[in-house]
């Protein structure tokens, strides 16, 4: 129990991390470079993921990273991009169908909802999915009937 609530805290930590990189980046591009509020969000969270690949890698998951980095680096970018999709089905509601458009209204439905939403589902599918413990073989053979 212990090791699963210090795998959690350390999640939040380095989502944390990678959620300032994907706020700043989307605000900076949508605000300051006049780019739409869809594309500046693929353009944050795909630097997002690279900083919360790193993290979960070497911190959070470090335990269970058992296959190759490879593998694992391209099970990530797919469990990402799912991700990103939660965040910007969010935000297309709230902007293109809601006709929420204001700033605060892109970052609350893009960065409070979809990240909210998105976390949940990385966090199941990073555990059980992208960061699979090495499998250890026994020092007895198994026989089967």
Known sequence: MREALQRLGSFTVVGTVAFIVDISV??????????GP????????TLA????WLGSHYVTFRKFAGRPKRE????????NLIGLGIAAACLVVSHY??????????NISANVVGVLLGNVFRYVAYRY??????L????????AA
């Open 38 to 45: 869809i594309t500046s969000k693929v353009v944050s969270v």
């Open 49 to 52: 993921t690279g900083v919360s």
């Open 136 to 143: 250890q073989e026994s020092a007895e053979p198994s026989f």
């Open 26 to 35: 989307f605000n900076i591009l949508a605000s300051g470079f006049g780019i």
């Open 72 to 79: 694992e680096a391209l099970l990530f970018g797919l469990t």
């Open 97 to 106: 169908i809601l006709g929420l458009t204001s700033p605060l209204a892109n």
């Open 129 to 134: 999915f992208v960061f699979r413990p090495v």
